[in-house]
T-cell receptor
């Protein structure tokens, strides 16, 4: 079946521009997570959605970052006034909790480069 | 706050060698522990997990035991293959039940024929 998909796979932008990154979770998964992975580091948590609402946004670095999930499926991570330090791979994951199964499935990521 | 520390890489082994990648954690309560793997050009995949003390997770010949007394979750494999070359991440999910993962910095494994 289809996994988590993310678009675009690569995004190059200029400092100060606005970008949107999209995540399509696995159908039926109500929980969705965004992480950011800088070069040579492990992923860092950004935000967690349960359904349509952001249940935990404690990982968002500042108010330039915002994410939505209006219908409880697709999510968009929005970054305003991009800075060079925002360059990273942005990962999305959706979570299945069923019986003894509790697993996050990751998408391939969007590589963001801010020039 | 909660954190995960992994041994630094890269780790270079010959095929059929024994592998250990160390992982220790700091957390309040009773976290769940995970190993994720990222093969070249692919996304993160769950390799194995353990949800309580003394549990052993295992998959594809890899094993890790949840040791609460030493706050560790070391990854082991008895005989590595070239196809095991990847980046391995140790992670925890804390007691908050949100499921958010806290990752270590990753350890690159290269297996040579």
């Amino acid at each position: 079946g289809a996994g988590v998909s993310q678009t675009p796979s690569n995004k190059v932008t200029e400092k100060g521009k606005y970008v949107e990154l999209r995540c399509d979770p696995i159908s039926g998964h109500t929980a969705l997570y965004w992480y950011r992975q800088s070069l040579g580091q492990g992923p860092e948590f950004l935000i967690y959605f349960q359904g349509t609402g952001a249940a935990d946004d404690s990982g968002l670095p500042n108010d330039r970052f915002f994410a939505v999930r209006p219908e409880g499926s697709v999510s968009t991570l929005k970054i305003q006034r991009t800075e060079r330090g925002d360059s990273a791979v942005y990962l999305c994951a959706s979570r299945q909790r069923q019986g003894n199964t509790d697993t996050q499935y990751f998408g391939p990521g969007t590589r963001l480069t801010v020039l | 706050g909660d954190s995960v520390t992994q041994m630094e890489g890269p780790v270079t082994l010959s095929e059929e060698a024994f592998l250990t990648i160390n992982c220790t954690y700091t957390a309040t309560g009773y976290p769940s522990l995970f190993w994720y793997v990222q093969y070249p050009g692919e996304g993160l995949q769950l390799l194995l997990k353990a949800t309580k003390a003394d549990d052993k997770g295992s998959n594809k010949g890899f094993e890790a035991t949840y040791r609460k007394e030493t706050t560790s979750f070391h990854l082991e494999k008895g005989s590595v293959q070239v196809s095991d070359s990847a980046v391995y991440f140790c992670a925890l999910s804390g007691a908050s039940n949100t499921g958010k993962l806290i990752f270590g910095q990753g350890t690159t494994l290269q297996v040579k024929p």
